[in-house]
């Protein structure tokens, strides 16, 4: 990967070089703590380009005040040949204008570095597991899966573009009471293969088509030997098989959204392996469990309610409501007990652990925060561990809701979703809103060619950068960049809003939010439509003007940076950046 830096960090490195010659001077005290000052854009972008609070931070370890240690700095930054201008705004804030070679050279970047414009390596190689999806193996997936899924899959994305290695993982839930059921629904399913007549699918199973075909393989391999043998026969037979085709339909279902796991992780083998009880031998040698009592129910205490001494984990020590039972009276393992197990075995390959969870495991957080705490004191270092929690998704159809899919029975597949809409259209689509919000997805409006569909908006800006270029080719016209110069202040607006990508790029992966990156292609995409319209109504400001080949040399240069910079972000989204609609 190609050493960059951040224009932003470039001029975080010049402004901490005055700072240090200031100390040289005597004018800082020495050693005096710069962790705090910032370079950052300004909120009003009529302020400058860039603004520092250096001043504001550094004027009390300076016994002055802030505005004349301002004065002292801008008397160092007006040297700089990169700083137009330097002022003083309020009690000391120092605003800066950067010279427009500066733009104009970060548009050269963009061209050298191409699809690694943006990329960088904040994350210093530590290693990050993200866990998501993570649907029970009892079915097809659905709509409701979707946008943890896109959500998980863009973060990690994003989070190799800023240097760290990722494990995409998916945890299979194959040891619960939901994966007999989804036996016995195969069991039925079977039994009709052999020619049964078996009737409405009785409640409480999974009543989808999606089991008809695994109840002929069955039927195939197994002949009429499990029709009416006893259930103690050909569950256990019965269960793996069954998990695996369904695991291999929900492949087969993200495949279609471009999606691919690192690693499946089976909590039947992982129970099968003892991995919980080495757990809890592991939190019992570092007093994070003990045997003891549970408080009663809080209200009123059902009759049938005893006190039951269960292994628990000292879970309000590290925040949670109240300690933890990792194991039921009758000996199986609780949930959470599972979990914990699994949260350790996650943690002994990464430095750093994320989770993306539909709202409705909303309750389980605390605890395996907790647990992934008391891990990461036993083992004295640290475990950063986020949970996403990432909102239902409602599907409707011209403002109606949409009715369940008959091949599931139950809910709308995402397979059907794909098959209507496009990949591009479910993925950009769910990255629209922050994760922890509602959202509405309208079969009409995301297939809708205006300006209100995000989806369209961007890709319909990367397909008029190429029909741009096409046209110009055909005039025998293209990018040519000797003649920067003579671009002016619109577009030195447009390639400043480009040139925020490699920061924006790194606060979306510190905070864990791929949402921004379509938040800021939908800005840089406004921003290019405008431009480009801008020659609608004055003939001098078209991207070509034939008679003036030099200047449009300029302008299909810049063009085709914007262009790299929407591919760039759509990539991290896992969007294509189409040529033409």
Known sequence: MPDTQTLHAAFAERIAAVLHALEMEGALPHGASTTAVTVEPPRDPSHGDLATNAAMVLAKPAATNPRALAEKIVAHLEKEPAVSRAEIAGPGFINLRLADSVWLDELQVIAALGPDYGRSRVGAGRRVNVEYVSANPTGPMHMGHCRGAVVGDALANLLEFVGHPVTREYYVNDAGAQVDVLARSAHLRYREALGESIGEIPEGLYPGDYLVPVGKVLAAEFGDRFADAPE???????????????MDMIRSDL???????????SEAELQGAGKPAEAEAWMRAHDLVFDGVLEAPKGKTPEDWEPVELPLFRATKFGDDQDRPIRKSDGNWTYFGADLAYH??????????????????????KRIKAAVAALAEGE???IPFDVKLVQMVQLLRGGEPVKMSKRSGTFVTLADVVREVGKDVVRFTMLT??????????FAKVVEASKDNPVFYVQYASARIHSTLRKAA???LGPDPSALDRLGADELA????AAQFPRLVEAAAAAREPHRVAFFLYDLAAAFHAFWNAGNDAPEKRII???????????????TQIGQVIRNGLALLGVEAVEEM
């Open 433 to 442: 809103r922050k994760p922890e919000a509602q959202m509405e997805f309208d």
């Open 232 to 246: 103690g026969e050909w569950l256990p037979v019965f269960k793996p098989q069954v998990v695996h085709a369904m």
């Open 344 to 365: 350790m075995q996650k943690a002994s390959a990464a430095d750093e652990l994320i989770d993306i969870w539909g709202a409705d495991h909303a309750g389980t957080v």
């Open 545 to 559: 003007v034939t008679q003036d080949p030099a200047l449009t040399g300029a302008r299909l240069f810049l063009a």
């Open 380 to 382: 004295g270092r640290a």
């Open 255 to 265: 495949a279609l959204l471009g999606i691919e796991h690192d690693v499946f992780a």
């Open 474 to 476: 055909a005039e025998g």
């Open 494 to 497: 447009l390639i400043k809003q």
